[in-house]
């Protein structure tokens, strides 16, 4: 067994930073990457042996927590069969069918491989529908490291400061136009301007990569309003959102209907897998059905499958508001905990995650996350950490629970919170 200090030391010599995603590097909350040997319900456990609980969950895809005995046994009983085929497996409908059941605007799903992929063929679908260019999207909102829309991205983008994206050609990103989130008259603004031109407003229905910000229904009602009056495609990236928030997603919990529709994580049980969905006519642009080409050797890969169909299938049965309520009540406890050593903490908490901001003033979009102390943010989470609580390693990302968090796991978090000094 060797320690996180030497794996690190080897990974660095290894992969560029050591991690093959950045804001695994912990960079941000002056922090070195633990190593992480296993996994089950709420725990981790890292190569040096330690018992962590875990609010990152991978990321999020990990609702029902880790090594799920339905999960793991749908997938090992794909695998026994072999890994993958490159041809229709019936895995694939059963994951189709529970997105498109669940979904109110999905009637038909393309399953990739990521969150980026779909993203991005999302984007090529809604361009070659309505024959426009233009892109809108809105800042610290991330979908993926798609060239086009890193312009202002949030997630590692944000935590590590990049600025702009070196690498990406003025050209990719002349037309993707921008605006500050929640706020329905920039977009008015730019359709008065651009309105014949823009294909699609895409945007996270509820912020996970400046942190958790929770958007005003009225932001999304309008813009489902104005993508209807203009023509333009609206695209929830329900990435994070999808099977989260509710089991219908952002658009069930809203009551706002996107023309399509980004998935990834949850759906993928732990393993990788992306959706583009959306209504029949606009999905069957994609090839062979229409032009619009969009493909995949691992795509629909039946271990995969498997994981997805066993994960929607158990949330199904899942009692989202009680774990709304006790996520709420736990970030509630949390920043009373740290408010009198820390100053004003604001709290987004939505569903099953929830983001602390360091600052007095209530954060709404990317330019009022951004005033978020990061530094006591750090301090917090190094000293979380030292207790065997694992946090996300970055203030511009969201802290999530699971169905395996027990009151127990939520109790000793706060405990541990109770020891910290900022
Ligand atoms: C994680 C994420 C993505 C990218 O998904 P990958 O699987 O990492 O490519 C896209 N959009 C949102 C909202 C995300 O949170």
Redesign the pocket.
């Known amino acids: 067994m060797s320690d996180s200090k030497e794996l690190n030391a080897r990974a660095r010599e290894l992969i560029p930073g050591g991690v093959n995603?950045p804001v695994r590097s912990c960079r941000s909350v002056g922090a070195e990457p633990l190593f992480i040997r296993q996994g089950y319900g709420s725990k981790i456990v890292t190569e040096e042996g330690r018992e962590m609980i875990d609010f990152v969950l991978s990321?999020?895809p990990l609702l029902l927590g880790h090594a799920h005995p339905e999960v793991l046994r749908a997938a090992r009983e794909a695998l026994d069969k072999g890994s993958s085929f490159g041809a229709p497996c019936t895995g694939e409908l059963d994951l189709a069918e529970l997105i498109i059941d669940a979904l109110p605007g999905v009637e038909m799903v393309r399953l990739v491989?990521?969150?980026?992929?779909?993203?991005m063929s999302a984007i090529r679908a809604a361009r070659a529908y309505t024959g426009r260019n233009k892109i809108l999207k809105f800042e610290g909102?991330?979908?993926?490291?798609v060239d086009s829309l890193l312009a202002r991205a949030?997630?590692g983008v944000a935590t590590l400061s990049i600025p702009g994206t070196p690498g990406v050609p003025e050209d990719t990103v002349k037309d993707t136009l921008i605006a500050p989130y929640n706020d329905p008259q920039a977009v008015r603004d730019i359709f008065a301007e651009h309105g014949g031109e823009i294909a699609a407003v895409i945007l996270?229905p509820v912020?996970?990569?400046m942190g958790t910000v929770v958007p005003d229904r009225e932001f999304l009602t309008e813009l489902r309003r104005i993508c209807s009056e203009q023509g333009s495609q609206l695209i929830f990236?329900?990435?994070?959102?999808g099977f989260r928030v509710a089991y219908s997603g952002a658009q069930g919990y809203f009551g706002v209907t996107p023309d399509l529709t980004?998935l990834?994580?949850i759906i993928?049980g732990g393993f990788?897998v992306?959706a583009i969905g959306g209504h029949r006519e606009v999905m069957e642009m994609f090839a062979p059905c229409g032009s619009v080409y969009q493909a995949g050797t691992l795509a629909g890969n039946p271990v995969a499958m498997a994981a997805g169909a066993a994960t929607l299938r158990t949330l199904a049965g899942m009692d989202y508001a009680d774990l709304e309520q006790r996520t709420r009540e736990f970030a509630t406890k949390l920043q009373q905990i740290l408010q009198p050593q820390a100053g004003p903490v604001q709290l987004n908490c939505i569903g099953s995650l929830f983001t602390l901001f360091f600052t007095p003033d209530p954060v709404t979009d990317f330019a009022s996350a951004q005033k978020t102390d990061t530094a006591l943010y750090g301090a917090f989470y190094r000293q979380m950490r030292e207790q065997n609580i694992y946090l996300s390693p970055a203030n511009f990302e969201c802290t999530f629970t699971s169905f395996a968090h027990t009151d127990e796991d939520l109790e000793t978090a706060l405990q541990a919170a109770r020891k910290v000094s900022l």
């Open positions: 995603s990321w999020g491989n990521s969150g980026t992929e779909a993203s909102n991330y979908h993926g490291h949030g997630s996270e912020a996970g990569n990236d329900e990435v994070i959102t980004c990834g994580k993928g990788p992306g």
